[in-house]
């Protein structure tokens, strides 16, 4: 996956800066301006964008501080935290782009210089399944639409081009928060009826077959009762396809949750991410109360 999604894996992470300057920025403007009422829209923009970097960090810092940490072999359904090394999935190795060398997941900016700025030339994102192996078992992780810390970070420039690249490598200790599903095993969720519409449509493309394995009569045309036992036939090979689904281990995946949790990886230990995320709370928190006591003291004025 390639172009503008490419910033959406460190979107949080980024935004802090991004945020931090854009408050320096409202405070130019405002400079600028020079007036009392650019000074009150200044402030009041800058408490209202740290008033929601600091709710989004507050509610990443609780949600990881929070979230008890599951073993995969036990890991219930739904929302988990789990811990554990970085692994290949098997077939075809994922290879960065840039480097060239064998990761799990990637993410990379080419830029080019020109009067002194720099402006985007291409950057992509890799959003292959990798997984995560914490000692009772594997699990998948799909990192569509997760925010993605880590601290690999390469960059190179030749010339007026630079080259940025973040990657998650094999072997490494992996912090993974987000949805829990079990594709197949005991729990899959299976549709007898749906199965059995989907192979009589099946047998019904291909006339001949069908002819020869239910045309008892040999006129060339399944009647009623022949049809009756195509159908009862169908219903015992979906039973049975789907006992020894239920009898296979299932496939443990970890995917972005619904409702707007947080979907996080990364390649630093919890209470690293602790810390974090409780520093920009913290700091958009400090944010606030200064843009607010200023806009005080501009009413009181």
């Given at each position: 996956m390639f172009g503008s999604g490419s910033f959406a894996g460190q979107r949080h992470d980024y935004a802090n800066f991004i945020l931090s300057g854009g408050n320096f920025a409202l405070l130019l403007l405002g400079f600028q301006i020079g007036t009392s009422t650019g000074w009150?829209?200044?402030?009041?923009?800058?408490?209202?964008?740290?008033?929601?970097?600091?709710y989004a960090n507050?509610?990443?810092?609780?949600?990881?501080?929070?979230?008890?940490?599951?073993?995969?072999?036990?890991?219930?359904?739904?929302?988990v935290e789990i811990i554990?090394?970085?692994?290949?999935?098997?077939?075809?190795?994922?290879?960065?782009?840039?480097?060239?060398?064998?990761c799990l997941w990637y993410r990379y900016r080419i830029e080019h210089r020109q009067d002194n700025r720099w402006t985007l030339v291409e950057s992509g994102v890799s959003d292959d399944t990798f997984g995560v192996d914490d000692g009772s078992g594997l699990v998948l992780v799909d990192p569509d639409g997760a925010e993605i810390l880590t601290s690999r970070k390469q960059v190179s420039q030749q010339g007026n081009y630079?080259?940025?690249?973040?990657?998650?490598?094999?072997?490494?200790?992996?912090?993974?928060?987000?949805?829990?599903?079990?594709?197949?095993?005991?729990?899959?969720?299976?549709?007898?009826?749906?199965?059995?519409?989907?192979?009589?449509?099946?047998?019904?493309?291909?006339?001949?077959?069908?002819?020869?394995r239910f045309d008892t009569d040999r006129d060339g045309e399944i009647s009623l009762d022949e049809w009756e036992?195509?159908?009862?036939?169908?219903?015992?090979?979906?039973?049975?396809?789907?006992?020894?689904?239920?009898?296979?281990?299932?496939?443990?995946?970890?995917?972005?949750?619904?409702?707007?949790?947080?979907?996080?990886?990364?390649?630093?230990?919890?209470?690293?991410?602790?810390?974090?995320?409780?520093?920009?709370?913290?700091?958009?928190?400090?944010?606030?109360?200064?843009?607010l006591a200023t806009l005080a003291r501009f009413q009181a004025t």
């Open positions: 009150k829209f200044a402030f009041a923009c800058v408490g209202l964008t740290s008033a929601w970097a600091w507050l509610k990443r810092y609780r949600t990881v501080a929070d979230t008890p940490t599951s073993r995969v072999a036990s890991a219930p359904q739904g929302y554990g090394r970085g692994r290949q999935p098997p077939g075809e190795r994922l290879l960065s782009p840039l480097s060239g060398l064998p630079r080259r940025t690249e973040w990657t998650l490598i094999e072997n490494e200790t992996l912090y993974v928060i987000g949805e829990h599903i079990t594709l197949g095993g005991p729990n899959a969720i299976l549709d007898k009826r749906a199965d059995m519409a989907d192979l009589l449509a099946e047998w019904k493309r291909d006339k001949r077959t069908l002819l020869a036992r195509a159908r009862k036939t169908a219903s015992d090979e979906v039973d049975r396809a789907h006992l020894d689904t239920r009898l296979k281990d299932g496939v443990h995946l970890i995917r972005k949750p619904a409702h707007r949790r947080p979907f996080l990886i990364a390649n630093r230990n919890m209470h690293a991410l602790v810390r974090h995320y409780r520093f920009w709370s913290w700091a958009h928190l400090g944010a606030v109360a200064a843009a």
